[in-house]
Structures are given as C-alpha cells and as structure tokens.
C-alpha cells in the first residue's frame, strides 16, 4: 500500500504493508512480517540473570535497592513498597462511580463465563472392583504481574484474578510497577473487587524473582501469569520449572477478515485497537475486495490523526501491520491457520460457517458488532491469549490453568491381582526387577 500523507499540519502518516496472496514471493513475505523472535539478546539475559541472583541472595534488600533503580524511586524499606487491604478497599471507594460501575460490571461477566470451566472431581469403577478417577485441586498461591509502564491495566488484574478464585486458589499475591510512585486506582480498584489479598509495588525481572524464590516478606507462589516487558517475559522464562508459568506472551495481535460490508471506519478502528498496545504490536486485515481495502487504508490514514497514541499505532502498522489481498474465502482462512493469530474478527455475514475450518486462533470474535475491545474488558473470556502462532498447541488463560489433577488409583484385592500380572511381565521386560516383584506379591494363585 501507498503511503498515504494526512493533511498539511499533521506530521503522522499511516504507512502499511501491502501483501497479495497472489504474488509468488508472497509465503515468504508473509513469514517475514508475521516472524518474532521473542528470544532476548545476550545483554536483556545477562541483566536478568544478575538481577534474579542478586533477590535470591538478598532478598527485600534486593528488591529495595532494585526498584529504587529502575522505578525511580526512593523507598528506605520494603513496607513502602506494599499496598495494604485497606488501602486497596479506598483505592475502590475513591473512583468515580461510572469507573467502579464498568470495572464491577466486567468482574461479574469474566467470574461468570469461567464459572463453567470448573473442573469436578470423578472416579469409576472396573468390573474386578478397582477404582480409578481423578481428583481436581486449586493451587495454593499464584503471583500476578500487572504492567505498570506505558499503560495501567486494571482489565489484567480481573483477568488474571477472577479466575484463579473462581478455581479456589487460597491466596493472590500481585506485582506492579509503580514508576516515580505513580499507581493506578483503577488498577487497585480492581484489586480490591478481583479480591487479590497483598499488592507489592515492584516490577520487571526483580518481581519474578520475588515471587519465585521468595524473600523476607513476599512469599513464594507455586504459578506466575500476567504479561510483561522482554526483562519479565527473559525472568518468566529463566524460573520456569521452579515455578508454574501461564505462558510466554509476546506483541498483541489481531487478524480481521472482512467481505468488504463493514463500515471501513470500524474496521480500521478494530486494526488501531491493537496496534496502540506497543510499536511491536501487530495488526492484519485479509479481504479479497481490492476496493474495500483501499477504503480501510482511507479510513486509517484519516482517523489516525485523532489518536492519542498515534505515534505508537504509526510505528506499529509501519513495522508489522499489513492489508492483505486474497483471492477467495478458502485463500483467507488457509491464511488464518498459518498465522494462529491471538484475536480473529470474523466481520463476515456467516461467521458461525467459518469455525469448521479454523484450527488455530486464541479467541474469535463473531460479526460486525463483535469488536475485539469487547473481550480485552467485559465479553467474558479471558483476554490473556496464545500468540507469536502459540495458538497452534495453546488456549486462553483459564480456571483450569489454576487447577493440577491427581490420579487415583485403588485396587481390590482381585484387581490388584489381574493388574499384577500384566506389571509382572512389563516390569521384568524392562529389567526393573523389583517392579515386577512389587506387583507379584499381590498376586493370587
């Protein structure tokens, strides 16, 4: 696509990358725009791996120490960087009464919709009497990390929280940022209704650090979620194992496909939703209306100037958007399981005649009015989502991701028998002699 110049007095420009499917270097093209290395450099690895040796090692001294450094801060001790129930509970009352309404509102749709993912308990019995099933159990402590740089987001803090009480997790130990002492109350508010029970006001890869090792006064947690910049995602990545994980996220993204019969405004609305969130941030439109895509490309390049971050979406379209021409309807949706975007928009007339053939895709938006910004807040599903293609092996954030599963196994003494023989023969063929025996001994004649 063109560049496309706004008007005189305005210096932002919308320039985006044009793809036709069509074209026969078009596979490469699209691999190279839709590639991220989320791997970090020698030195982000380097940072991150002192800082995670220096918390274990000193612990709230550390965390002291480190968050004067990079929040610029001036705290003596680490009760200074703690948010007490009380405050989180004036934090809620001190909002103005449409924002305590719209978080509360958004609280009660995400505690609902993951109210059906529960998991129960089961068991079953075999015919000799031997009973098997599996039983369901919430995690003890989960740590959550909330951004706190060029955003506040008090839509993570319900997303991350909601469901982890929903699957009874005991305990919420939240972790954000707060640069120059600036905090959210929006984000505290949300605290307080997600019901999150101690805040500590530190972020990057010192925060990780707290919640996986533990320290003198944050205890540590059995899983991590919420997403981060490259030093919390690095940190993620360097404690996993030690601690649980919800995932690696990297850039936001968003695909829309579109039959050209959607007011181009929203469209291109949709697209900026996603490219505000970063400069790495990631916006796709597929149509195989030429005309309509020059519409969209219109629409952008004349509401751009209204956005107050348009710098951040320029750079974003500029870098990794594109508008992309297809042939067909079965040319988008081969297209769509490639990429396995984070969000799919099916702003098509029959969005339901789509889902047979889509494979990979973290959350799908169904229709016109479906606009991706519904499920970043108050649709319900979880808006932490596969991306970078994870969606090809992974899914949404979810209750189930806060409860671990133990297999039960009780044997009568026939079953034990039957079993038996079949460990008997296993056992010796693996040379494991004393398994066999083990299961021998059970053995009826």
């Not at 989960?142 to 982890?164: F, T």
């Not at 479906?370 to 970043?376: M, R």
Request: with cysteine; hydrophobic share 40%.
């Amino acid at each position: 696509m063109s560049d496309s110049s706004l008007s005189p007095d305005n210096n932002v420009r919308c320039t985006i990358n044009a793809l036709n499917s069509g074209d026969n270097n078009f596979a490469a093209s699209l691999d190279r725009l839709i590639a991220w290395e989320g791997v970090s450099d020698s030195d982000v690895e380097a940072t991150v791996v002192a800082i995670l040796g220096q918390v274990k090692r000193d612990g709230d001294r550390a965390l002291v120490a480190l968050t004067n450094r990079f929040d610029r801060r001036q705290v003596e001790g680490i009760g200074q960087l703690m948010v007490d129930r009380g405050q989180l509970q004036h934090a809620f009352e001190s909002i103005d009464a449409e924002t305590r309404w719209a978080l509360e509102a958004a609280a009660e749709r995400i505690r609902d919709y993951h109210s059906h993912q529960l998991q129960s308990s089961w068991q079953y019995q075999d015919a000799d009497g031997t009973t098997l099933g599996q039983q369901i159990t919430p995690l003890d402590r989960v740590g959550i990390y909330v951004p706190g740089g060029k955003a506040s987001y008090p839509s993570s803090v319900l997303m991350n929280a909601i469901p982890a009480r929903v699957a009874g997790v005991s305990e919420l130990i939240m972790m954000v940022p707060a640069p120059d002492g600036e905090l959210s109350p929006m984000v505290l508010a949300a605290a307080a209704i997600a019901g999150v029970d101690r805040v500590f006001c530190i972020g990057g890869a010192q925060a990780i650090a707290a919640l996986a090792y533990g320290t003198e006064s944050v205890p540590k947690v059995d899983k991590i979620v919420g997403p981060g910049n490259i030093y919390v995602a690095t940190a993620k990545r360097m404690v996993f194992g030690l601690v649980g994980l919800d995932m690696v996220a990297g850039p936001s993204e968003i695909l829309v496909v579109c039959d050209g019969k959607t007011d181009p405004d929203w469209i291109a609305m949709d697209l900026f939703s996603q490219a505000e969130h970063d400069e790495d941030a990631q916006a796709i439109l597929i149509a195989w209306d030429a005309n309509y895509i020059d519409a969209v490309h219109q629409s952008m390049s004349r509401l751009l100037p209204e956005m107050e971050r348009r710098e951040i979406i320029r750079q974003s379209l500029e870098r990794r958007g594109a508008l992309i021409k297809v042939r067909d309807e079965n040319d988008a949706l081969d297209i769509i399981n490639r990429i396995a975007p984070e969000h799919l928009e099916l702003s098509v007339a029959d969005p339901e005649a789509w889902l047979p053939k889509i494979r990979h895709a973290g959350a799908i938006f169904m229709g016109r009015h479906t606009a991706e910004a519904l499920g970043d807040y108050c649709a319900g599903p979880n808006h932490v989502l596969p991306t970078s293609a994870t969606a090809r092996f992974s899914s949404p954030l979810g209750v189930y991701d806060f409860q671990k599963r133990s297999s039960l196994i009780f044997c009568s003494e026939r079953g034990a028998s039957e079993l038996g023989k079949v460990a008997s023969v296993l056992g010796r063929g693996e040379s494991l002699t004393a398994h066999a025996r083990s299961a021998e001994y059970r053995i009826r004649d």
